[in-house]
């Protein structure tokens, strides 16, 4: 069993930062590709930045310039430097992981974090 679990969240006024960390924790033999995605009240989730093992990365046009996702893979965790924050970056932040463990390959997803930015 792989558990994903979020921090970092929290309220902050716009032009502020924050970053958000996730830790998989559990049996794993491996974690492929993690990424960050979000979810507003009313709307579809969206991925917001995305990595490889090799650290490749991968951003959403709304954030790019703003966000830095990183990792490290010896801690099987990600994070997400969220700085300029605007009131429209206000959602619920998912972490999300394809991980390797003795059933095979799965997707997992974390519980969220919140994350409000006041104007």
């Known amino acids: 069993q792989v558990q994903l679990v979020e921090s970092g969240g929290g309220l902050v006024q716009a032009g502020g930062s924050l970053r958000l960390s996730c830790a998989a924790s559990g049996i794993i033999f491996r974690i492929n590709g993690m990424g960050w995605y979000r979810q507003a009240p009313g709307k579809q989730r969206e991925l917001v930045a995305s990595i490889t093992r090799g650290g490749s990365s991968n951003y959403a046009d709304s954030v790019k310039g703003r966000f830095t996702i990183s990792r490290d893979n010896a801690k099987n965790t990600v994070y997400l430097q969220m700085n300029s924050l605007k009131p429209e970056d206000t959602a619920v932040y998912y972490c999300?992981?394809?991980?390797?463990?003795?059933?095979?390959?799965?997707?997992?997803w974390g519980q969220g974090t919140q994350v409000t930015v006041s104007s």
């Open positions: 999300n992981a394809d991980g390797v463990s003795y059933g095979g390959s799965t997707n997992y």
